[in-house]
């Protein structure tokens, strides 16, 4: 018997015939603005990023509603890699499939290694002084006080419980190694999954000219960069004044005090029920914007140093508060210390 030979005709795509008209593409476009009015929150969802520009930064809670708009389900394939050491690396791809067809509509990469600074060291333990914790510094600390702080010595000074008790320690500037890169493999996988999903995200619903990615990641290396002076001083005419951003002053000073008191009581100081309440009142909104900068100057100068927790996915927490990610004591998401308050 003859072998049957099947003859395929090839056909010829033209790609124009599957091209998106601009009306969809504007559609699209609008649809991603709503949400982003809409459904997102600044801070949650997305958030700009001081000295980074003014696009905003997408982070994992934005992505995974984008992908919830456009009906996309995230399909994750992960390498590892021995760095040696006991450190590793993980590649993740995610593929974006279409809930409604099964069909593929974009792919993204995010990676992350226990070699990266903010996994591979932590600060050096703080050297405890002879000088015990005064009760007024938990009183003080419980009412959410900057002057905390200052019974303690100033910001390079610290908490530390020994058998005997709790005692200032005086804090050091110096870095070292993790002595176990293990503790932080499954928050390495966990950051390289979202970075991943982040770009498949951008990629897949053209976002890119709205959203930037993993600036947050990069945060910690622009923080304390110097800004390049100008050799010709500006004319006084042409500097414009500081737009009053209330949102982002306000996360300032929850970021800095640790809560929301610092807000509230400034609210309180002027008699103001919210800030929706005067939106609309220059004088007010003056007076509450010059008010809310000496609140925030006042909780500078009484910073408590904070560090991403790799625990929690770069959530950000005091130093000193955690004994579980190495970095402090009473972290939210470990076993707290017990604190006499």
């Not at 006991?86 to 809930?99: F, P």
């Amino acid at each position: 018997m003859e072998n049957d030979v099947q003859i395929i005709k090839a056909e010829i795509m033209n790609l124009e015939d599957y091209a998106m008209g601009p009306e969809n593409i504007i559609k699209q476009v609008s649809i991603i603005q709503s949400v982003m009015k809409k459904v997102m929150q600044d801070g949650q969802h997305y958030g700009t990023i001081p000295g980074c520009g003014d696009k905003p930064t997408l982070l994992k809670p934005g992505a995974e509603k984008l992908t919830m708009t456009f009906r996309l389900a995230p399909k994750f394939h992960i390498t590892e890699r021995d760095l040696g050491k006991g450190h590793r690396e993980y590649e993740v791809q995610t593929e974006l499939i279409s809930i409604v067809t099964g069909g593929f509509i974009g792919e993204g990469l995010g990676s992350c290694s226990t070699m990266e600074s903010k996994y591979r060291f932590r600060n050096a333990e703080p050297e405890i002084t002879d000088q015990p914790v005064p009760q007024a510094y938990w009183n003080l600390r419980k009412a959410g006080s900057p002057k905390a702080q200052e019974m303690l010595g100033g910001s390079g000074f610290t908490t530390k419980k020994t058998d005997e008790g709790w005692f200032i320690a005086k804090k050091s500037g110096d870095r070292v190694e993790h002595d176990n890169p293990a503790d932080y493999y499954n928050t390495c996988l966990k950051m390289a999954k979202k970075r991943s999903l982040v770009d498949a995200t951008l990629t897949a619903t053209a976002a890119s000219d709205i959203f930037t990615q993993d600036i947050e990641d990069m945060a910690f290396l622009t923080k304390d960069e110097p800004k390049s002076e100008s050799k010709t001083e500006p004319k006084k005419e042409t500097q414009k004044k500081p737009k009053m951003d209330f949102p982002f002053i306000r996360s300032e000073l929850e970021r800095i005090s640790g809560s929301g008191e610092a807000w509230d009581r400034v609210l309180s100081t002027l008699q103001i029920e919210s800030y929706g309440t005067i939106k609309d009142d220059a004088k007010k909104k003056k007076q509450l914007w010059d008010r809310l900068n000496i609140e925030l100057d006042k909780c500078k100068k009484n910073q408590v140093v904070t560090v991403p927790c790799p625990e929690r996915d770069g959530d950000i927490i005091e130093i000193d508060h955690c004994n579980v990610c190495e970095l402090q004591k009473g972290c939210p998401s470990h076993e707290k210390d017990d604190i006499p308050y």
